[in-house]
């Protein structure tokens, strides 16, 4: 197959490629919400830094065959560190380099398309070595052919891999039940029962009307808010005590009926919401995302609940896979579920220049591990997401 590399450098070129975009994200497997348009053209509006000591430029890629149809797309920025100067350091990422509002990031293809395509980027990187100094190349499927090409590719080198955990769906509740492991089933008898113990009412229910999703959103916020400051329980962070966070979410509750539709499952007690999670509709796979709960009702097991509810309601609509998202602990875990690995590496450029800037970058790294598996320096010069 023949292909050939376009640079997209606008987010009204990007935008003109809503409808091929969205089709090819439906080809991914899994799908995830972070390869729709609407998330990419919203991070990049929201995220984006154009200061003197950081300025980021859309370096998006369409990667087209001979027919002109569109086989894959690498969302890539440019980030130069300071804007000018004769120390200006020049690295490509993949859009979504935030504090993990955007769980998954790499190419966005068909799985066998992501070797022909990621061959394709590789030559045209190489022919353009003078614009960039390296790349952080992520979301490479471990084992693949794309992965085997990047191994054997000079000055790359792999740094970390990421787990997804995605659930195969079978046609009822009870199948599902009935394979899972005897810790979840003990698990699920214990949420449901000690609500009706206590003479415990709950409700639930998913919020996916525009009108209704302004408000869900920010009781999310404030679940999520309590469950990051809750006192005796396991750490977890606040992610969206910022603005550009909150306004991305925001901007696809507007218009849910577009890809990633953006659902909130909620669970209320009598009058009261006490836990809510996230999720985004990708044809028939549902993407779970962040929760928050009320810490005062933890001795319920209401996350439990809400997500095994929202298993249900995915598998009453015939969806295909509920997609746990990504984080190793036991939330995900215990349910059973496949592993999608994706990993992670840096491509320095050939040029002397180059390899220098980034043997300075990794020196500073190395004495900072804390900070991150890219350069601090960098990470401390960009405004918090």
Known sequence: MRLTVQLIAGADELRALAGELNQLSLAMRPRLPFATCDWLVGWWLLFREDRRVLRDRLFVHAVRDEQGTLV?????????????????????????????????????????????????????????DHTWDWFAWDGVRQSGEAHQLLSATTNFSWRRDTADYVLALPDTWEQFRATRSRNVKESLRKCYNSLARDRKVFDFRVVSEASELSGALESFFRLH????????????????????????????????????GLRAFELRIGD???ASRLGFLLGDELYLYFSGFDPDWAGYSVMTT??????????????????????????KTRWGPDVVTTCSGIWVSSRAGAQLKWELAASFNRGSRRLGWL???FRLVRRPS
């Open 375 to 377: 350069s601090p320096l």
């Open 272 to 274: 009261e919401l006490v």
């Open 306 to 331: 809400t997500v095994a509810e929202a298993i249900k309601w995915a598998i009453e609509r015939k969806l295909r896979v509920v997609n746990l998202s990504c984080g190793t602990d036991v939330s």
């Open 72 to 128: 894959a797309l690498a969302p890539l920025m440019l980030t130069e560190r300071p804007a000018m100067g004769p120390l200006r350091t020049r690295s490509i990422t993949f859009l979504g380099v935030d504090k993990n509002i955007t769980e998954l990031r790499g190419m966005i293809c068909a799985p066998e398309h992501e070797g022909p395509a990621t061959r394709a980027l590789l030559q045209h990187l190489t022919s353009v």
């Open 225 to 260: 808010t309590l469950r990051s400051r809750a006192p005796k329980m396991s750490d977890h962070a606040d992610y969206f005590t910022h603005e550009s966070a909150r306004g991305l979410l925001r901007a696809l509750a507007a218009s849910p009926e577009r890809a990633p």
